[in-house]
């Protein structure tokens, strides 16, 4: 990618492009482990092979039709204990970004807590964040993203995938696509920096996927009925009960039916 293209101040700037790789996430904190790249660069591909996604799922890609990409960030002006704000930053971004790809869709494209964005409750996208944390601040941080963008066939066993094709009937350029989602990854990251919070705060919400609806949800051992309301400052997400009592739920103790 021609860096004179990317309309950003520093996301993209440096970007280095892989014909296929493993993930994008692990070649990333590989470089980090050797080196400290600047901030805003990027590791991009058209062909993962392994691509990992929340709770160990494995990202499943047909060969040049999607896009796989991870933003090295070095947010060290936030605190262990603010790492669900660079989770609503980015998520935020990969939003906004459908939103604009999508105009007929805008009002249907949900943030499905914590991350991955769905339109028509179905997912087109999915984050992996992973923090590298000294000093009690965030030293650096991988933002792994992955964009279902021109395929149009997935495994059966994957329920509820959608593609920006699927859903428009247009064939997407990738590479402006990279592009696009660097300038919105920017603008996130900058309000993050800014300490701009409550508005990263209210627009999460915004897109929160079955925020005040009531919906089955999955705990251990039992399903229930409940009501989003908003997520905890350490990103747990916040449910009422019928009983009206409210319970906090981690990732990993409650699932979407």
């Known amino acids: 990618m021609h860096s004179a293209l990317m309309e950003t101040l520093f996301i993209g700037q440096n970007a280095i492009h892989l014909t296929a790789v493993d993930s994008t ?7 980090l482990r050797q080196i400290r790249p600047v901030e805003g660069t990027i590791i991009y591909t058209f062909e993962q ?8 799922n494995e990202w499943h890609s047909e060969p040049n039709k999607n896009v796989a990409l991870s933003i090295i960030l070095h947010p060290v002006f936030m605190a262990p204990s603010e790492q669900f704000m660079l989770t609503k930053a980015v998520s935020l971004a990969l939003a906004d970004l459908m939103a604009e790809l999508l105009p007929d ?8 807590w914590p991350n ?36 149009t066939e997935f495994n059966p066993v994957i329920k509820k995938a959608v593609s920006l094709k ?16 660097c300038r919105y990854v920017e603008a996130r990251y900058l309000q993050l920096k800014s300490r701009k ?61």
């Not at 092979?49 to 160990?56: D, E, F, I, M, S």
């Not at 350029?173 to 990279?178: E, F, G, N, Q, T």
């Open 116 to 151: 991955d964005i769905y339109v028509h409750g179905q997912k087109i996208a999915g984050i992996l964040i992973e923090n590298i944390i000294a000093d009690n601040s965030i030293q650096s941080c991988i933002a792994g993203i992955g964009i279902n963008v021109n395929q």
């Open 49 to 56: 092979n392994k691509g990992r996604g929340q709770r160990g």
């Open 25 to 31: 996430n692990s070649y990333a904190s590989e470089m």
């Open 197 to 257: 919070w409550e508005k990263l705060d209210h627009d999460y919400l915004k897109y929160l996927f079955q925020l005040n609806e009531w919906k089955t949800y999955i705990v251990p051992g039992e399903e229930f009925e409940g009501k989003i309301l908003s997520v905890s400052s350490s990103g747990k997400l916040q449910v009422e009960l019928h009983s009206a009592e409210v319970k906090e739920y981690d990732l990993k103790e409650i699932a979407f039916v």
């Open 166 to 181: 699927l859903l428009s009937g247009k064939e997407y350029d990738l590479v402006s696509l990279v592009e696009g989602l």
């Open 105 to 112: 869709e805008a009002s249907e494209v949900k943030i499905k």
